[in-house]
Nanobody, 123 residues
Framework: QVQLVESGGGLVQAGGSLRLSCAAS????????MGWFRQAPGKEREFVAA????????NYADAVKGRFSISRDNAKNTVYLQMNSLKSEDTAVYYCAGNRGGPTSRASEYDYWGQGTRVTVSS
């Protein structure tokens, strides 16, 4: 079993940057593709980014492409989401998720989920 804990959320001004981290427990972390999803109040959960187990393949939602970057450090059992040029539309709770398959954008294919970290972008 894999447990995921997100951190790094907070309040940031529009145009600013923030880096989220997802710490995973479990010896099989490196075999999982990892994804980031987000959910704004009253809205559907949406895909943000995903990365393959080796880090060789990434997948981004159009809304964040060119602004966000996903990476992983398997030695540290950690996945990161670097968020630049933040917009008010990025305000949401961000969730880390694990998938034994590829870096899919489909939430239903992820088996493990963290509790989320809130990101609020002002102005």
């Amino acid at each position: 079993q894999v447990q995921l804990v997100e951190s790094g959320g907070g309040l940031v001004q529009a145009g600013g940057s923030l880096r989220l981290s997802c710490a995973a427990s479990g010896r099989t972390f490196s075999s999982y593709s990892m994804g980031w999803f987000r959910q704004a109040p009253g809205k559907e959960r949406e895909f943000v980014a995903a990365i393959s187990w080796s880090g060789g393949r990434t997948n981004y939602a159009d809304a964040v492409k060119g602004r966000f970057s996903i990476s992983r450090d398997n030695a540290k059992n950690t996945v990161y989401l670097q968020m630049n040029s933040l917009k008010s539309e990025d305000t949401a709770v961000y969730y880390c998720a694990g998938n034994r398959g590829g870096p899919t954008s489909r939430a239903s294919e992820y088996d493990y989920w963290g509790q989320g970290t809130r990101v609020t972008v002002s102005s």
